[in-house]
Structures are given as C-alpha cells and as structure tokens.
C-alpha cells in the first residue's frame, strides 16, 4: 500500500455527520446554539463565582476551573466541526488535527483530574466537617489543580510525541467530524502497535486511578451521610453531591466507551464523542446552576449589581 511520511502530508478529509447538505444545515443551526450555550453558561458560572464573595470557597474555586476547561473543550472541537458543515472542502490541515488532538487530550486528561478533585473536596466537607477548613486551604487546592494540569499534560505530550512520527496512507479520509487519536491510527501505514500500547498504558491507569478515588470518595461520603439522623441533613448531604455524580458520569461513560472500543467509524461511535466533545461541556454549567440554591442566588446578586451600575 502506498505511504506519504507525515512531514509531506497536508491535510486530512473529515467525513462529518451527514453529506446531506440540508441536514447539514440543521446540524450548523443545532450545533451553533450548543456552542452558544456553552460559551454562555460557562463564562455566566466563572463570572459569578468571580463576582460574588459567597462562592470564594473551595468548591466552587474547582468548579471555576471546570467551567473554564470546557468552554476551552468545546472551543477545541467546535467552531472547526461548523466550519466543515457549511463548506464544500471539509478539510483539516495535518497541524490542525494534531493540534486538535494535543488540546483534547490536555483538557480531557485535567479534566478527569479536576472532578476526581472535587469528589474529594465533596469527602472533606461531608466526612471531616471540622476539619475542612484546614484540609482543603487555597495553596491546596491551588496545587490540586496545577497538579491536574500536570497529569493532563505528561499524557498528552507522551502520546503525541510518537503520533508526530507516524507514515500515512495515500487514504486520507477520517471517518469523524474531528481528529481523534484512534482514528488516525486507522489511517497510518506504519506500525502502531507502540502508540496503542502507549496510548492505553497512560489512558487507563489515568482513568482507572481518577475513577477509582471518585468511587472510593464517594463510598466514604454515603456511609456517613446514611448515619446521618436527619433526614433533611441526608438530603442536603445528597443535593451537594448530586451535580457532581451527574457530571461524572457523562464524562467517563461516553469518553471510556469512545476510546476503549474499536475504531470503525460507527454512529454509535459519534454519538459517544459527541456527548462528551460538545453536549457534556454544555450541560455541566446547567447542572450545577439550576440544582444548586448557592449559584442561582449569586446569579441574582450579580445581576442584581450589574443593573445598579446601569440604573
């Protein structure tokens, strides 16, 4: 089979969501207000967590994080995927989609990191009330998040430093709607077999450890909540936890079942991408704004305070 090496590759077809150019018009129109509301919501939490003094606290100093790697998840994947959906070339340069791929994995890895983070957050509150304040300090959770960006970081750069040196075949096309590391594998005439193996090695023990403390967290925080007499004290306990659950399991279900199958270009195989590429990043901030009392009060204030400086 025929191979170009990668310094004298140009550029890669992506295939899309539909080659129906009226159905790609709705889908530009469906994923425009996705991103819409992404960058809305997203940029609304990190504003009031910024603007209100009543948020200065841990959980919500994580959460500001988290807003922020979405709005940059969605950025990464986006506005490319609309371009393509209203043009006739849907073409992505080769540093393009390594691009695309080194920022996915940089924000999904931190990503894992952060919300392992903050099921322990959740662990100290509901677990060692008395001794929060102590245990989860600024310069701790400071660190707890360079160290998010640091294990998001050593992953990506071990994996993308092999895939630099991959050979492509003269087939170019990538069965997706964005460049993805499994698929690209598809696409190489070079033996892979070291980059899956790479690819895996630092996947799922990063999964399985960030999965693994959440589970563990969450483990101690229900024994402790169930010995709780109150049943209003439960119920406060579990709707503090709630919206992180919800969020965990959007990210890891769909991103483990999208990289821990086989490639093949499925719709089932978009389905799980696009979940976590564009429709997780836009429902965390609805998540934790319209099942946290703490938020949408802040949001009153702010807008409250924004309208006084126009009145």
Known sequence: ?????????????????????????????????????????????????????????????????????????????????????ISKEKTISVEGCLAQIFFVFVTGGTEACLLSVMAYDRYAAICH????AQVMRRDWCVQLVWVSWSLGSLDTLINISLTTQMDFCETRTIPQYSCELPSLFLLSCSDVSINLIVMFCSIIPHGLATSLSIFYSYGCIVSSILSVSSSSGRSKAFSTCSSHLI???????????????????????????????????????????????????ALKRTVRKCLQCFW
């Open 247 to 297: 969020t965990v399991s959007l990210f890891y279900g769909s991103a483990f079942l999208r990289y821990l199958t086989p490639t093949s270009g499925s719709p089932l195989e978009l389905i799980f991408s696009l979940q976590y590429n564009v429709i997780t990043p836009m429902l965390n901030p609805l998540i934790y704004s319209l099942k946290n009392k703490e938020v949408k009060a």
């Open 1 to 85: 089979m025929a191979f170009v090496n990668h310094s004298t590759m140009t550029e890669f077809f992506l295939l899309g969501l539909s080659s129906d150019p009226h159905v790609q018009a709705l889908l530009f129109v469906l994923f425009l207000g996705i991103y819409l509301l992404t960058l809305m919501g997203n940029l609304m939490m990190l504003l009031v967590i910024k603007a209100d003094s009543h948020l200065h606290t841990p959980m919500y100093f994580f959460l500001s994080h988290l807003s922020f790697i979405d709005l940059c998840f969605s950025s990464i994947i986006v506005p490319k995927m609309l371009e393509n959906l």
């Open 129 to 132: 009330p008395l001794l929060y």
